[in-house]
């Protein structure tokens, strides 16, 4: 890894420690299932551990850098150009259920806009990382995103809407409406920042979501955009990170997907 910034360096020794501890309480979730207590509070501290791993590390690293984090919101730093955006656990529903696709998403952003990124699947040992100009890699492999042009052979994935998140369900279902007959298959995962991952590595051919968070998608960005893709909010007068929302895909079906998604 010897391509790799300072700042990428510690990004990852960041979340690799975190991984540890949260692929030890994954094994004691798998146990909660068949028993009477509920995971769920144990789920919350894990994810509140796993955020105070990843800023300790960071903020010793770099103690004038911002933070934003889910658990534990902002902070301003002393450089105000610059500031950690820090999902701890992407995909906590399936991390609750046992169910092995959950991600720590970790960007730097630099006057506004995202530099670095790591997303780290560490079940999979799968550790997707990107810097501004410098490409995009999983472990140590470089990441391009699909060349596939036919819709009938491309696979997407997005977010649907359900009981704790608000959203427009009826508009998520009539995108699946429009795109399904026409594609190979859409997937809902549940961790955003892998969705954008996978799009980066070509796995996916794209991906499309409402009502994110910045920390659910600041790093995937990054990751796509250095893998050759392209990402836009679905209205194009929103902000990909400020409103949460975007259509993210290959170069040569871009337009034929957005079109289905944004119903034109
Ligand atoms: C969630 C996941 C999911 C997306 C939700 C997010 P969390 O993040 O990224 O795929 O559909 O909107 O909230 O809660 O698991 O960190
Ligand atoms: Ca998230
Ligand atoms: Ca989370």
Redo the contacts with the bound molecule.
């Keep these: 890894m010897n391509r790799a910034s300072a700042n990428i360096n510690l990004m990852i020794k960041a979340a690799r420690f975190a991984a540890k501890r949260l692929l030890r309480d994954f094994g004691e979730v798998e146990n909660l299932q068949v028993s009477q207590k509920s995971p769920s509070d144990f789920v919350t501290r894990a994810d509140r551990k796993a955020e105070e791993s990843i800023q300790t590390d960071l903020t010793e690293g770099r103690p004038n850098y911002g933070w934003l984090g889910?658990e534990s919101g902002e902070k301003k730093g002393s450089d105000p150009t610059r500031k950690w955006i820090v999902?701890p656990?992407?995909?906590?529903?399936n991390f609750l259920h046992g169910i092995p696709h959950w991600a720590i998403s970790i960007a730097l952003e630099y006057k506004s806009e995202i530099v670095s990124a790591v997303v780290y699947d560490p079940l999979k040992d799968e550790l997707f990382w990107a810097e501004k100009g410098s490409g995009c890699y999983m472990n140590e492999k470089r990441c391009r995103v699909s060349n596939r042009r036919n819709l009938n052979e491309m696979i997407f994935s997005t977010?649907i809407p359900f009981a704790n998140?608000s959203g427009d369900l009826s508009l998520t279902l009539a995108e699946l409406n429009n795109l399904m007959p026409e594609c190979a298959g859409v997937r809902r995962l549940?961790?955003?920042?892998l969705?954008l991952a996978y799009v980066a590595s070509g796995r996916y051919d794209g991906f499309w979501?409402r009502?994110?968070?910045s920390w659910?998608i600041a790093a995937g960005l990054l990751l796509v955009k250095e893998a050759g893709g392209l990402i836009e909010p679905i209205n194009i007068e929103n902000d990909v990170l400020k409103d949460g929302e975007l259509i993210a895909g290959n170069e040569i079906s871009f337009e034929k997907f957005s079109k289905i998604i944004r119903n034109r």
């Design positions: 889910e999902d656990l992407d995909g906590t529903t977010g998140k549940g961790a955003a920042s969705d979501e009502g994110l968070q659910d």
